[in-house]
Nanobody, 123 residues
C-alpha cells in the first residue's frame, strides 16, 4: 500500500503558477502509475494528467496541455504537478492518485488517493 499527501495549493492570480507535490509513504511511488485529478464544486472529478510507472509516458487533458507538467522525483518519493498560466477555470481541489503500472485517465484505475489540496485562481 502507498499513502499519498498533497501540498502546494493556494490562491493565485490568473496567469500565475503553482507546483503541487504528492508525497508518498509506505511504498515507492515509482512502482505505480501516477495521476492527477481535480474536482470543482458541483462537478465530477476529472482527469488532469498521468504518468506511467516508468515515467516514460505522460499524457494530459486537453484543457491543461501545454500549461501543466507531471513529474516525479524517485529520490524524494514525491510526485509533482507544475501548473503554469493558470486560469480561473482551473479552480478546484486537486488530488494525486497511484494505481496500476499503466497511466490512465479513469478514476477507476487508481487504488490510492490523497486527501486533496485546494487551488483557487482569481481573475
Amino acid at each position: 500500500q502507498v499513502q499519498l499527501v498533497e501540498s502546494g495549493g493556494g490562491l493565485v492570480q490568473a496567469g500565475g503558477s503553482l507546483r503541487l507535490s504528492c508525497a508518498a509513504s509506505g511504498s515507492t511511488l515509482r512502482s505505480y502509475a501516477m495521476g492527477w485529478f481535480r474536482q470543482a464544486p458541483g462537478k465530477e472529478r476529472e482527469f488532469v494528467a498521468a504518468m506511467d510507472w516508468s515515467a516514460s509516458n505522460t499524457f494530459y487533458a486537453d484543457s491543461v496541455k501545454g500549461r501543466f507538467t507531471i513529474s516525479r522525483d524517485n529520490a524524494k518519493n514525491t510526485g509533482y504537478l507544475q501548473m503554469n498560466s493558470l486560469k480561473p477555470e482551473d479552480t478546484a481541489v486537486y488530488y494525486c492518485a497511484a494505481g496500476t503500472w499503466v497511466a490512465s485517465s479513469s478514476v477507476h484505475d487508481y487504488h490510492y488517493w490523497g486527501q486533496g489540496t485546494q487551488v483557487t485562481v482569481s481573475s
